[in-house]
């Protein structure tokens, strides 16, 4: 995938899930925590924003057609408690909120939220029942503490779920399976988003005492591959074969459309996981990726890295190269190749092309308004027959390219 090209990144020593802080900078004033506090923000902020999205998506086709399943529901198989340590609210209470404010979701949405912690479960309880409105849900939340696993991907595959967003947010990798991905989104309108601790799983990808977990997320085949590959490779190269190596049993298991978003620690000089978002819908895939390029820390030339850095955010320093590049004028390449003769609409080649490259909507209409002042294609409006003003392109344009 294009945006998985992953700079260097420094060796952190880790044992037993704790991190060893050799040395401090000065640079960093952050401490561990705060630095998960601050990505969890991030998080919650692109989850909760898909949400918000889907939500619409789904109410606006339930209404079109009222002879099918009125219900919709949100499931957060981790959940924790609700709130991180600065009181600053996590992505059950912006869900939650985010149905509270329109009544017609409120008296559609099932919410369920699931944490083995019984302890974490009973604080999100408290603070759940504290939610201005909250009386206004139709369904009360449901909170269970079970153990992720086997059994709960079987109840998933057995029952044919209504429109589902789900969030999977393990600490680890237990529970985390392919399994279980494909068990959630086999259904119309189901999507998910969960986080892959890459740190702990390249710590023990080849670990044989627990292959049965790796296998579980990798699959038997896969597994084998990325042991292979990973060997005598560096930090950037082992990354982009672990998380490539994930994206690809994702869509082998029903995900048509995988969405990585990378996660920096605060020196930016590793990456600590990824946020992947799960879809069979490019509608789904398309708003996510605006959501990601919009959180994402870095964008250069218009193109995001759909990655969250917190050096960047806090230390911004473009080089001399960002400010010169021109990372269009590969799009632009691209296209003038792989489309050279061809006629086809908009639409179509962008739902076509853009999967799986860090492009967006509005960096395809920036590259065809200039292709067509450069004489390179011609456009007309499919529906009107007219020709684009200038310095305008439409989601209705048919294109002709050049020979």
Not at 344 to 356: A, G, N, P, T
Request: aromatic share 12%.
């Amino acid at each position: 995938m294009y945006y998985l090209n992953i700079p260097n990144m420094s060796v952190h020593s880790v044992t037993g899930g704790f991190l060893i802080i050799r040395e401090r900078s000065k640079v960093c004033e952050w401490s561990f925590f705060q630095e998960q506090r601050e990505q969890s923000l991030i998080k919650a902020q692109i989850v909760s924003k898909y949400f918000s999205a889907w939500a619409n998506v789904i109410l606006a086709t339930q209404k079109r057609y009222t002879k099918h399943t009125q219900k919709m529901a949100y499931i957060d198989l981790f959940a924790g408690p609700g709130r991180y340590d600065d009181q600053s609210k996590s992505t059950p209470l912006l869900v939650l909120e985010t149905i509270l404010a329109n009544p017609d979701l409120a008296s559609r949405m099932v919410t369920l939220f699931n944490d083995k912690d019984t302890a974490n479960i009973e604080n999100l309880k408290t603070t759940i029942s504290q939610l201005d409105g909250i009386e206004k849900l139709k369904y009360a939340p449901a909170f269970y503490s079970e153990e992720v696993g086997d059994e709960i991907a079987k109840m998933f595959d057995d029952t044919c779920i209504v429109p589902t967003f789900f969030f999977v947010d393990p600490w680890g990798y237990k529970g985390l399976s392919l399994n279980l991905i494909s068990s959630i989104i086999k259904d119309w309108g189901c999507d998910c988003v969960f986080f892959f601790n890459y740190n702990r799983v390249n710590m023990v990808v080849n670990n044989d005492a627990i292959k049965h977990h790796m296998a579980s997320l990798f699959g038997d085949k896969q597994l084998g591959v990325v042991r292979q590959e990973c060997r005598n490779k560096s930090s950037e190269e082992r990354e982009m074969v672990v998380v490539q190596a994930l994206c690809d049993a994702l869509r082998n298991n029903g995900s048509q459309y995988v969405l990585p978003f990378r996660f920096k620690n605060d020196k930016g000089t590793r990456t600590s996981h990824h946020l992947i978002f799960l879809s069979k819908s490019f509608r789904g895939y398309d708003i996510m990726k605006e959501i990601m390029y919009k959180e994402s820390s870095e964008n250069i030339g218009g193109v995001a890295s759909f990655e969250y850095n917190p050096r960047e955010t806090h230390f911004k320093q473009g080089s001399i190269f960002d400010m010169l590049s021109r990372p269009l004028d590969d799009l632009q390449d691209m296209l003038l190749h792989q489309y050279a003769g061809n006629t086809i609409d908009f639409k179509q080649l962008y739902e076509e092309h853009s999967v799986d490259k860090p492009y967006i909507r509005r960096n395809y209409k920036e590259v065809f308004k200039a292709l067509l002042e450069d004489g390179k294609i011609t456009a007309v409006n499919a529906k009107t027959g007219f020709s684009p003003r200038k310095g305008t392109f439409s989601d209705d344009m048919r294109i002709t390219f050049g020979g």
